[in-house]
């Protein structure tokens, strides 16, 4: 009994002597596998790396690119307000007449044209404008402000077709009889109303009947308007609609004519008749046409 275990113990430590003499090796596959893995590891490892490194190359590439982009885009041009037209004219607070600022530079030979009382129709206002074009004429339309209020339009239509507007009352009443809140009114409304319609206030101011004391001329200047009449009548008011003579309206203002006449007009029938013979006889004089807006406000 003793002799078989003894032998049987015997057997059992050679054989664990031999399997720790000779380890297992790790089988092709096993080490295919473990290869791969680490690969697959460092590739992974190396790609993430490369991926999240930025390409010095290609930022330069964009850097240039964004600069080319915004030097092609176009950058918006400040646009220029209106320059104001050079003033050349000034009148003479005494006759009214309208002179040059500076004779030896400027054409003295001129004349202002004026019409009063409108706006009234438009089939004649149409026709006024389109002789003023044709002779290249500008003028200043003096308006009430009741006729404006009744149709703005025609106040628009003289504004659009590059004429000047003036201011002459609301109510065509004679301003020197009235105080000082009335004068106001009448002024300040007609300011009001042309703005309104235009965009913009008169600059001339040129009482009815010619007649405007010192709270007229006060309230003209705290309008920051020039005061004026005028030094040659057409007369065309002294006519009607039964007893008119449009050639009798340009002899009128040729009779009076002279350099710097600021010529009295109105929107009447016979005077559009007369106008287009009236403006071609001035040009045979050799007279021109004052632009209102050379004149100097100040007088």
């Known amino acids: 009994m003793n002799k078989k275990l003894l032998w049987g113990l015997t057997a059992f430590l050679l054989l664990t002597a031999s399997a720790c003499q000779n380890p297992a090796k790790p089988t ?9 893995s680490t690969g697959s590891a460092t590739g992974t490892a190396n790609g993430n790396t490369q991926q999240n490194k930025p390409d010095a ?21 400040p646009t220029a307000a209106p320059e104001a037209a050079p003033k050349k004219y000034k009148l003479n607070p005494k006759s009214y007449d309208i ?13 202002l ?9 438009k089939d004649m206002l149409d026709s006024m404008l389109n002789t003023l074009d044709k ?26 077709r590059g004429q000047t507007i003036g201011n002459h009352s609301w109510d065509h009443i004679d301003l020197k009889k009235e105080g000082q809140e009335k004068v106001n009114q009448q002024i300040g409304d007609v300011q009001t109303i042309v703005k309104d319609v235009i965009g913009e206030v008169p600059r001339f101011f ?59 007009m109105h929107e009447l029938p016979w005077t559009d008749k007369a106008l287009d013979k009236l403006l071609t006889e001035l040009e045979q004089k050799q007279y021109g046409f004052v632009d209102p807006s050379t004149i100097e406000l100040t007088p």
């Open 28 to 36: 092709d596959a096993s080490k295919s596998t473990a290869a791969g």
């Open 135 to 160: 002779h290249h004429a500008k003028a200043i339309f003096f308006v009430n402000g009741y006729r404006v209020k009744q149709k703005p339009e025609l106040l628009k239509l003289i504004h659009d």
């Open 206 to 264: 040129r009482p009815p009947f010619g007649s405007g004391g010192d709270l007229v001329k006060a309230k003209v200047k705290e309008e920051n308007m020039l005061f004026m009449t005028w030094s040659n009548g057409s007369k065309d008011w002294e006519m009607s609609n039964k007893s008119n003579n449009p050639d009798q309206v340009v002899a009128n203002v040729l009779e009076q004519l002279r350099p710097g006449s600021n010529i009295l």
């Open 113 to 121: 044209l004026t019409f009063d009382d409108g706006p009234k129709d």
């Open 99 to 111: 002179q040059p600022i500076d004779p030896s530079v400027t054409e003295k030979k001129m004349v």
């Open 57 to 77: 190359g290609t930022t330069t590439q964009q850097q240039e690119n964004t600069a080319k982009s915004a030097e092609a885009t176009p950058q918006p041009i």
